[in-house]
């Protein structure tokens, strides 16, 4: 079954103390993407990458990072959150013109 | 700058009438135009897309239209459904960055029995 997995799925966190939100997808996607969704904004896209070891940051990339060392997975990284990254945040892998989503991690950041 | 943006955030139906869910868009230059329904707890699902060479596209129970002219998207679902209830989001695929999705902001839709 295609699918995006993503972990943890809630977190609740302190300022500033390093966390990792793991993404995997096992469709061999080139193209993965993180989004976050807060109310009345909408998804805004973090980061992508169009293949390993290229990433590229998107509309809404301060206060994250990202890796690709291996096609499967994608995870984002928080060096120190604060608390306007409290959010709902989407791993998405894709091909053009479709898009399959993670079930979401949501964190909040105190 | 360039956006995606809906007509109308809320929708509300009663079941087994027909649902159009609007969708204005700026970028000509995108290459896909992609509808997403997403359920309370869940991830964005993907539910239809259509090719920026296309004006028209069905699905099951779905049907997408393209207006290049207006920059007009729209998602029609025949004989809405209690499951059918969520929020629908239009996104776009845009070049930058190889296979961005630009998405709007979306509309709740709402079935009643």
């Known amino acids: ?110 | 700058g360039e956006s995606v943006g809906l007509h109308l955030p809320t929708l509300s139906v009663q079941e087994g009438d027909n649902s159009i869910i609007n969708c204005a868009y700026s970028n000509s230059a995108s290459d896909y135009f992609i509808w997403y329904k997403q359920e309370s707890g869940k991830g964005p699902q993907f539910i239809i897309d259509i090719r920026s060479n296309m004006d028209k596209r069905q699905g099951q129970r779905v049907t997408v239209l393209l207006n290049k002219t207006v920059k007009h998207l729209s998602l029609q679902i025949a004989a809405t459904q209690p499951g059918d209830s969520a929020v629908y989001f239009c996104a776009e695929n845009t070049p930058r960055g190889g296979y961005a999705l630009n998405f709007g902001k979306g509309t709740s839709l709402l079935v009643t029995p």
């Open chain 1, 1 to 110: 079954e295609a699918q995006v997995t993503q972990n943890p799925r809630y977190l609740i966190t302190v300022t500033g103390k390093k966390l990792t939100v793991t993404c995997s997808q096992n469709m061999n996607h080139e193209y993965m993407s993180w989004y976050r969704q807060d109310p009345g904004l909408g998804l805004r896209q973090i980061y992508y990458s169009m293949n390993v070891e290229v990433t590229d940051k998107g509309d809404v990339p301060e206060g994250y990072k990202v890796s690709r060392k291996e096609k499967r997975n994608f995870p984002l990284i928080l060096e120190s959150p604060s608390p306007n990254q409290t959010s709902l945040y989407f791993c998405a892998s894709s091909l053009p013109g479709t898009g399959y989503f993670g079930p979401g991690t949501r964190l909040t950041v105190t």
